[in-house]
């Protein structure tokens, strides 16, 4: 995190930055309802045109901090479990569970089985409910109500820990 | 890397970090976190003020000073998180968007009062959750959809209110 940005950029010492020079691998998952962005309530979901743009947004945000982005979505909680299993090696997870927030156990519990950090991300402010997501308990970081700003913030940050583990 | 590259406007917004009682610890050493502020401030181009205090009252009167010149707050409740009732309040009275921040995802695990009334929550890890939170405030401040006060369309939500998915 102290050294000198290995693309040359002066003055960024200390952010997110690919200067280790290692290539991280992300997976972001989308879950119950996430196919239908776009076609949502634009006071929660906002002017992201779809699903799609959402992952290329991510892709391209993964590639700026130093890492591969595999996206992956499902209507089904079952894929999003057996895609687990077949990806347990990712340096970090990134879920929006959608309609699975409350009730995804079997999705939570394959993501604290990777033993790997994961994020959970949503576009609104779930505790606005009143209700808590089953993710947050074991998650290691939380961001809602920043639409799909969240995620960008959430790469960002992913990216930073996983190259210089938080001490606090 | 440059954290410009992710904005999409060039304007430098201003954003109050607050941190509560008992943080200090967490922030330690104090000198090393406000260069990193200064650092990720620089690199994304907004500024970024700081403010810690053990006694809410002072919390109270820096929002009352500061609401009107910051374009958003990043607030870290620290012993609050659970009876900060008057910091709730006035966060909400100054009509900004204020994003609930917890360098721990374990301070969120409990009953926030402060979670159902803030715009948004960037939790953990560390103190790259600072930084994640930055990254994401910022861009949304650009989205005039969103929390951008020049922003006009229905969806925006620069008064700072989150929007109930029951609602």
């Known amino acids: 995190m102290t050294n000198a940005d290995t693309a040359g950029t002066a003055g960024t010492a200390g952010t997110a930055g690919t200067e280790d020079g290692r290539r991280l691998r992300f997976a972001l998952l989308n879950g119950l309802n996430m196919t239908n962005l776009g076609r949502r309530d634009r006071n929660i979901y906002g002017s992201i045109a779809s699903l799609q743009a959402l992952e290329d947004l991510v892709t391209e945000v993964g590639d700026a901090v130093g890492a591969d982005v595999t996206a992956f979505h499902s209507n089904h909680e079952g894929d999003l479990v057996d895609f687990l299993e077949t990806n347990p090696d990712m340096d970090g997870y990134i879920i929006n569970p959608g309609g699975l927030w409350a009730f995804g156990d079997p999705t939570r519990i394959a993501l604290e089985e990777t033993g790997r950090p994961f994020v959970e991300v949503h576009f609104a402010n779930i505790f606005s409910t009143g209700h808590l997501s089953t993710f947050t308990q074991s998650c290691d970081a939380t961001v809602m109500g920043l639409r799909h700003h969240g995620y960008v913030g959430a790469v960002v940050a992913l990216a930073a820990s996983v190259r210089a583990p938080a001490s606090n | ?167």
């Open chain 2, 1 to 167: 890397m440059d954290l410009k590259t992710l904005r999409t406007t060039d304007q430098r917004w201003e954003i109050a970090v607050l941190s509560g009682p008992n943080t200090t610890r967490q922030l330690q050493p104090a000198d090393e976190f406000e260069r990193e502020l200064r650092t990720w401030g620089d690199s994304l181009g907004i500024a970024v003020r700081h403010y810690q205090s053990n006694h809410e009252g002072k919390l109270l009167e820096y929002v009352h000073a500061n609401a009107g010149q910051v374009n958003g707050f990043l607030v870290n409740p620290g012993g609050l998180v659970r009876v900060g009732e008057s910091l709730r309040h006035v966060l909400k009275d100054a009509k900004k968007p204020a994003i609930e921040l917890h360098l721990s995802q374990e301070e969120l695990r409990g009953e926030s009062i402060f979670a159902p009334s803030v715009t948004g929550i960037f939790a953990g890890p560390g103190r790259h959750a600072v930084l994640g939170a930055l990254v994401a405030l910022s861009l949304a401040l650009d989205d005039l959809d969103f929390l951008n006060p020049e922003g006009t369309s229905e969806i925006n939500r620069s008064h700072g209110n989150p929007r109930s998915l029951y609602g």
